[in-house]
């Protein structure tokens, strides 16, 4: 069934309802105040029935015109001042709308040249008696303070919703790529993890075939003993083929993986540990050893003394602390506890070549804590870049020490160095009471029941993990105070204005009141008067108002000091008065009509 005709115009139109009422009503008030003021001045008819559908379409079209609609309306605005509404509504839009600086400034300089030109001949047209500079600085201001400060206060507002808009989605997008980059680095610690297993879990496999093997030539078997024992193998080849392939698909092949320079913290990791450690080798390539050869070294708390020798070996101090009672891992949290000391000393050797490092290894009541913790770095040579890290290995480790039911806390020490701690459970099935003294996590995301804070390896106050959410209310408070800032200056810039125009209309005023008298005042002066008595009765100073009637009408004595004066009654405002004295009285007085 097809839509009615209102319904299909506004599911076509760019707008939304309420933004269609509210152009309607605005157009409507526009017109009507129009329609009123002019028809108050002039009696309303046909000229006020074609300005309000004049205001209506200018109102209308000041959303897809608004550089014309803002010259067209200055313009009427000149001649009506009924159309003053309109001319502001106009500016708004164009300071809002028109987006390119070069083109906004031309419309406002056109509309500026055209109502201050238009309002000056009205003004001179009318016999006003206002000189033509004093004239046109008038229409000036008065078209900065109706056109010029709105169109300056839309486009701050504009300019400023386009700028939070953007930083909305510039931090989106920042969210979106660091959710991207942890993602990728869970993903590739789980690769890691699955390779391990295959190390792990097919060495036990190997061995199951290889006894199972072994058992099948034994000559005091029977025959349904060899078959069994020959499906116990081929069951065993099995599960490591398919074990195999499955860690064929999870785990993310690198070209690095048997390199010399390859370290287990990810992007972040590539390349030696700086320049200032003395070439230090990365923490643990000795405990790789070849994956297509030999087995690999265990990569367990008891290796660590390795790290620590391969660190020192390289010329960095490094201090190994060691309490409680040694109690065995699960295989995965072993394995943590290597990885998270290893990150350690690598993370240190890269980020503070040279500095001394402390790793601790404390056995609590329910799970090890092994923290590696370094100081400040020394000073580098002049020119030196900082190391450059993505974060991805302290990821990965929080998501492999997640997966053993622990937890990874990093963050820098209160002498200036920084530390990496992992608390990794011993296993069991985490039921009963959890002992006083047990390590658990604290309401910013650190470990409670260490001791206090201090130096590198002390467990010293950290600081709180990032939060995207908070780091956007941190650039939203800097661009909020540059707001301010900006509405201030706004401020005391309509400030400025509105008390420049009551300085103008103040100075105005004292030069009319010098620059006219009352009739009744050159009647009564006579010829042959004092000079005296005549300039009592006249203003102290002459007006810059007068200063040109000098050369006009009558011919002036000669030798006498004329001042001229203009006629305060408004219904003869041409009438000029001239006095001349010489020799200390009145020699003369004149009128004439200014013809200007």
């Not at 960095?316 to 309490?323: A, G, I, K, L, P």
């Not at 990885?339 to 290894?361: C, D, F, V």
């Not at 401020?491 to 204005?497: H, K, M, Y």
Request: aromatic share 4%.
């Amino acid at each position: 069934m097809a839509r009615p005709l209102g319904a299909r115009l506004a599911a076509a139109s760019p707008w939304s309802r309420g933004r269609i009422a509210g152009e309607s009503v605005l157009t409507v008030v526009l017109a009507g105040l129009a329609g009123l003021a002019d028809g108050a001045v002039a009696g309303f008819g046909v000229r006020t029935g074609a300005v309000v559908a004049g205001i209506a379409v200018l109102s209308l079209a000041r959303r897809a015109l608004p550089a014309t609609v803002l010259v067209v309306s200055a313009g009427v605005a000149a001649v009506l001042p009924s159309a003053v509404p309109l001319l502001i509504c106009a500016s708004w839009s164009a300071g809002s709308r028109v987006i390119r600086p070069g083109r906004a400034v031309a419309a406002y300089a056109a509309a500026l040249v055209l109502y201050t030109g238009l309002s000056t001949h009205d003004e001179i047209s009318a016999g006003s008696g206002v000189s033509l500079p004093v004239t046109t600085v008038l229409g000036a201001a008065v078209f900065f303070t109706l056109s010029i400060v709105p169109g300056l206060m839309a486009r701050y507002r504009a300019q400023r919703r386009s700028l939070v808009e953007a930083l909305r989605r510039n931090n989106v997008q920042l969210m979106r790529e660091q959710a991207m980059v942890a993602q990728q680095a869970r993903l590739l610690e789980r690769g890691r993890i699955a390779q391990d297993m295959h190390d792990s879990l097919g060495h036990q496999l190997v061995l199951i075939s290889v006894h199972a093997g072994a058992l099948q030539v034994d000559p005091d078997l029977t025959d349904r003993q060899r078959e069994g024992v020959q499906v116990l193998r081929d069951a065993s080849v099995a599960a490591m083929k398919e074990l195999r392939e499955a860690v064929g698909i999870l785990h993310e092949d690198r070209d690095d993986r048997n390199g010399p320079g390859e370290h287990t913290g990810g992007a972040e990791h590539t390349g030696h540990a700086g320049q200032g450690a003395g070439h230090a080798p990365a923490a643990g390539d000795d405990q790789r050893g070849d994956r297509r050869g030999a087995r690999p070294v265990s990569r367990a708390v008891a290796s660590i003394d390795g790290l620590v020798a391969s660190s020192r070996a390289a010329g960095t101090t490094v201090e190994v602390r060691r309490s409680g009672t040694v109690r065995p891992l699960a295989p995965a949290a072993d394995h943590a506890a290597f990885r998270i000391a290893q990150e350690g000393l690598t993370n240190a050797h890269k980020h503070a070549p040279g500095a001394p490092i402390t790793l601790a290894l404390r056995y609590e009541s329910d799970s090890l804590v092994v923290e590696v913790a370094n100081g400040p770095a020394p000073a580098g040579p002049p020119g030196a870049q900082a190391a450059i890290s993505g974060c991805q290995g302290l990821t990965g480790l929080r998501e492999r020490a997640r997966l053993v039911g622990g937890m990874v806390h990093t963050g820098h020490t209160p002498d200036g160095g920084f530390r990496v701690a992992g608390m990794l459970p011993y296993g069991g099935d985490g039921g009963g009471t959890r002992p006083d003294d047990a390590t658990s996590v604290g309401g910013n995301d650190d470990f409670v029941g260490q001791p206090g804070a201090g130096g590198a390896g002390d467990s010293g106050a950290d600081i709180n993990l990032s939060a995207t959410q908070g780091e956007f209310a941190a650039i939203m408070s800097s661009k909020k105070n540059l707001a301010i800032g900006c509405a201030v200056t706004a401020v005391v810039l309509v400030l400025g204005t509105v008390a420049l125009g009551v300085w103008g209309v103040s100075a105005l005023m004292d030069e009319l009141e010098k620059a006219t008298i009352a009739p009744s005042v050159y009647e009564r002066a006579k010829v042959g008067d004092p000079e005296a008595d005549v300039q009592d009765k006249l203003p102290a100073e002459d007006s810059y108002l007068t200063s040109d009637l000098a050369g006009r009408g009558p011919e002036i004595p000669e030798g006498a000091t004329c001042r001229h004066f203009a006629s305060d009654d408004p219904d003869d405002v041409s009438t000029i008065f001239r006095f001349c004295f010489d020799g200390g009285k009145l020699v003369a007085k004149q009128t004439f009509q200014d013809g200007s």
